[in-house]
Structures are given as structure tokens and as C-alpha cells.
């Protein structure tokens, strides 16, 4: 176990953390079987190993940490963001990383970490391991991605557990996008939780200014919809109702 100390405070490393720690490629392949097979280390996937507490049997890092410490750019985000702030209605069997490095969709102690191309503009918000977007970023995203992740129902409900947001953060991420349809889901979105979030009436009018003269569909599958001039949107009749209507048909622990 000489070198287990090193690897407990590190949680995650590659195998060229170990050649530095041993002194050679030989000696770190040599190293990491014989970790593996006693049951001090596990294999996340491709050069990338996880620490495991000798107590718990399970790695010493939260699968935010882990997915976090994947590359030098990782970044928790989308519903997984929300988990890490504790604002999470459910807690999803995966996790949402996003970086610049291509890796394939994989399973590890029964998570399934997933890659979300990078926002190089993303606000970032950092602590020990844990890199994670803004919680006002992260509701930008999740927004903007709420028909490929989670589904707008479960995104509004972990909206409505974030105490509050900063307007300026939120008008940062979305002058980022600059997507005009963006500034519209947002803006109606946001407006439904206005309390809840203390959002200003002079917010809402600037993001009205970016709103076109198009017409679009807030959830086009939703066959109950009306007409919501403000926001020049389609949107569900009663919106509060459907946030209410049950828990989403996504796996959750």
C-alpha cells in the first residue's frame, strides 16, 4: 500500500500520474494490476481510475468529482448541475460532462456519464474536485436543452428549489447563445417563476426586446396549447398544472 495514501488524496488519476509516482511505465503498469486486483483501485474506463475506500467498498468521490476530474476542462452540467447544488427533483442514473475531449457514453458503478459538447463562455463554478456550471448557467442550459435532457417538467421543478438567481449571470449565458428562441423560452419560463426566482420586472422587458416576430412552439407535442402574445409562443394551457401533473418518465434513484 505505499503508494494508496498518494492516490486516496488525488481520488482519480491516469496512468501517467502513476509512472510520475513510481518512476516508470514498467512500474506503473506493474502498480495498477496489482491495485486493481486487490481491490484498491478500479478501472473507470480507458487510462482513468478510480480510488475505492477500503471501508465502503465504494470510490472515495462522488460521481460529480469523478466526472469532473475525467479531463483537464470537465464540467458538470445540465440536470446533473442541479443535482450537485442539491436543487435536484430527482436524482438521474447519469451524469452530463461536458469538455472539448471526445469520449464515448459509459457505465461505471452503475452511472452512466454521458459527453455534452463544451460552452467556452459557461460560467464555472469551482470547489476542491468539483467543477460544475453556475446554477444561473444551469438553468440556461437546461432550458435551452430541456426536450434532449430531463423534459421541461423536471427542469421548472428543480428551478423551484433554487432560492435565488443573479439576473445579470442569467443575461450573460443567454448573450452567449444569442439565440433569439432561446431569450423567448426563457423569458415565459422564468415569468411563470417570478417569485419564485425574484426576478425583476425590468428583467423581463429586456429579454423581450430580443423576442421575434416569429411564431414558435414552447413543447410541440403538448396538443394543449395556446397562444402567448408577450412571447410571441405556443405554450401549454396551463402551465402549472402540467409542472404538477407527476414525477417525469426518466429513470431516477
Not at 231 to 250: C, E, N, Q, S, T
Request: charged fraction near 25%; aromatic fraction near 14%.
Amino acid at each position: 500500500m505505499k503508494y494508496y495514501e498518494k492516490m486516496l488524496e488525488l481520488g482519480c488519476f491516469n496512468k501517467r500520474t502513476v509512472m510520475e509516482l513510481t518512476g516508470s511505465e514498467a512500474a506503473a503498469k506493474s502498480l495498477l494490476y496489482d491495485y486493481q486486483k486487490k481491490g484498491y483501485i478500479e478501472k473507470i474506463k480507458r487510462d482513468f481510475y478510480a480510488v475505492i475506500s477500503l471501508e465502503t467498498r465504494q470510490p472515495v468521490l462522488s460521481r460529480y468529482q469523478i466526472g469532473s476530474l475525467m479531463f483537464p476542462d470537465a464540467v458538470i452540467t445540465h440536470h446533473s448541475a442541479f443535482e450537485a447544488f442539491g436543487y435536484a427533483n430527482q436524482v438521474f442514473y447519469e451524469v452530463y460532462v461536458a469538455t472539448d475531449f471526445r469520449f464515448r457514453d459509459f457505465e461505471y458503478n452503475g452511472i452512466w456519464y454521458h459527453h455534452m459538447e463544451r460552452n467556452a463562455h459557461a460560467d464555472i463554478a469551482s470547489n476542491g474536485k468539483l467543477r460544475v456550471t453556475g446554477i444561473e448557467q444551469t438553468i440556461v442550459d437546461s432550458i435551452k436543452d430541456f426536450n434532449k435532457i430531463a423534459g421541461l417538467e423536471e427542469v421548472v421543478r428543480c428551478m423551484m428549489l433554487v432560492p435565488s438567481v443573479k439576473e445579470e449571470k442569467i443575461l450573460e449565458a443567454l448573450s452567449a447563445y444569442n439565440n433569439k428562441f432561446l431569450y423567448q423560452k426563457c423569458g415565459y419560463i422564468m415569468e411563470q417563476l417570478q417569485d419564485e426566482l425574484g426576478l425583476s420586472n425590468d428583467f423581463f422587458k429586456y429579454l423581450g426586446r430580443h423576442v421575434t416576430d416569429g411564431k414558435r412552439y414552447l413543447i410541440k407535442e403538448n396538443g394543449d396549447n395556446v397562444w402567448n402574445p408577450k412571447w410571441r409562443l405556443y405554450v401549454p394551457a396551463d402551465f402549472m398544472r402540467l409542472i404538477d401533473k407527476g414525477v417525469g418518465d426518466y429513470d431516477a434513484i
